[in-house]
């Protein structure tokens, strides 16, 4: 799979860092949702899952870290 940086918009449907899923079952296809469009111009957001919370933050170095 090919790595590239994201594109500035976070409406772009088709980055050519999202793996090519065609032929694959409906079930293994998984939305892709832009990290912009999590964070919202936020260092920092919180996550609900399954009745625990979770941070989704991003560092200087423009990594995503997850934590509970």
Do not use: C
């Amino acid at each position: 799979m090919k790595t590239a940086q994201p594109a500035a918009d976070p409406d772009v449907r088709n980055p050519s860092w999202v793996p090519d899923l065609s032929g694959k079952e409906p079930s293994a296809i998984a939305q892709v949702l832009p990290s912009a469009s999590l964070l919202r111009g936020q260092k920092a957001v919180a996550i609900e899952h399954n009745g625990s919370l979770y941070r989704l933050q991003s560092t200087r170095a423009g990594k995503l870290i997850l934590t509970k």
